[in-house]
């Protein structure tokens, strides 16, 4: 049961927004907030007033049904308009308490994906270029914008590393679970005898930190710079172009050289710095709320296997939700990605809804 304080807290606050919205002298960040917050409570204000109103009109229709003097068929009405109203209640009721469940800040950030060939040699390094080109058609379907900030390709058109940054609506909350384990059991093209290898890729998703959100002192970093290691006969080698930051308070440590200017390697990799370093806070304060409470969907952490890609049954199966689709190609190309995110979407607000 939801309180109907927390209910009728919606309805007040949708009224107040609406009256505030229409004032003219608020600025146009705080505009831009309220208005989010009014879009946001816009979703569930017609349930937030069924709601609350649901009680009353349960019980005059019990009257009527109740009522001796109520003729057969408007008791057979009544009877059916109780029903409706109660499974109506019952849709109501899970939606609001979704919406009232602790937001997650980062779900509405941008993000930076980064990706790393795991166990299996050349075959890891190639299913982790599969595995990219799947994220950047998902973001063409999406109309999400994706730039690669930093990328080290292998043999045979395989990547050893891609981070890269992916910009649209609602972004976080669409991809963070996708960080872990990626398992690929296929034959390998090189492979004679037609044996199946296992190998992985890790990837994590960080939600994009504004300057806003995490302040780097100076003080605190050490920056290095040496020569690039790309292609010989470029001019990206040619100077100390190359920049490897350390933030000595946490040791994190991030190396850019993609670009043959110092300043640009330094933008990007104090980008990818700031976001490692809003996950680093987050994660503390998260392990300290779910210290008693251990999720299935996982805790996004690199080393977690989260799913397995079966090339020769055509099949893609998520671990952490017991879930096989057995359309491996369309979910490489993107097309039922949503099918997936959807499902673990569903059993981390269960588990969200159960702890609270």
């Known amino acids: ?92 009721k899970k939606k609001l308490t979704i919406f009232l469940l602790p937001k997650d800040e980062a779900d509405k950030k941008n993000a930076i994906l980064e990706i790393r060939a795991g166990t299996g040699g050349l075959e890891a ?35 050893k590393e891609v981070i890269a940054s992916v910009k649209g609506k609602n972004i976080y909350s669409t991809l963070k679970y996708e960080s872990g384990v990626h398992r690929v059991q296929r034959v390998p093209e090189t492979e004679t005898q037609g044996r199946v290898h296992t190998s992985a890729a890790t990837v994590a998703v960080l939600p994009e930190a504004e300057e806003i959100d995490v302040k780097i002192e100076e003080k605190d970093l050490r920056i290095d710079v040496f020569r690039s ?7 990206v080698n040619t100077t100390d172009s190359a920049v490897r930051i350390t933030h000595v308070p946490t040791g994190i440590v991030v190396s850019q050289q993609d670009e043959k200017s110092q300043i640009r390697n330094k933008e990007k990799g104090l980008k990818i ?20 409470r251990k999720s299935k969907i996982g805790t996004g952490d690199r080393s977690e296997r989260i799913r397995t890609y079966n090339f ?45």
Not at 33 to 40: F, G, I, P, T, V
């Open 273 to 292: 710095l700031r976001a490692r370093l809003y996950e680093f806070e987050r994660k503390k304060k998260d392990d300290e709320r779910s210290k008693y």
């Open 312 to 356: 020769p049954q055509g099949r893609v199966t998520d671990h952490r939700i017991n879930l096989t689709l057995h359309k491996l190609n369309e979910f490489m190309e993107g097309e039922i990605f949503d099918e997936m995110i959807e499902n673990i979407n569903l059993q981390a607000q269960e588990e969200l809804m159960s702890a609270n």
């Open 229 to 235: 290691s790309g292609p010989g006969g470029q001019s």
């Open 1 to 92: 049961m939801i309180p109907l304080e927390k209910v009728k807290n919606i309805i007040d606050k949708h009224a107040k927004l609406e009256i505030d919205l229409s004032a003219t002298n608020i600025d146009k960040k705080k505009f831009a907030e309220m208005s989010k917050e009014y879009s946001d409570l816009n979703e569930v204000i017609n349930d937030a007033k069924f709601y609350t109103s649901f009680q009353i009109e349960k019980e005059e229709l019990e009257k009527i049904i109740n009522d001796k003097a109520s003729d057969k068929d408007m008791v057979e009405l009544a009877n059916s308009e109780l029903l409706a109203l109660i499974s109506k209640n019952e849709k109501v």
């Open 125 to 159: 390094s190639l299913f982790a270029a599969d595995l990219f080109k799947m994220y950047e058609k998902i973001c063409n379907n999406k109309n999400w914008s994706l730039e690669v900030i930093s990328i080290s390709k292998s043999d045979a058109g395989g990547l």
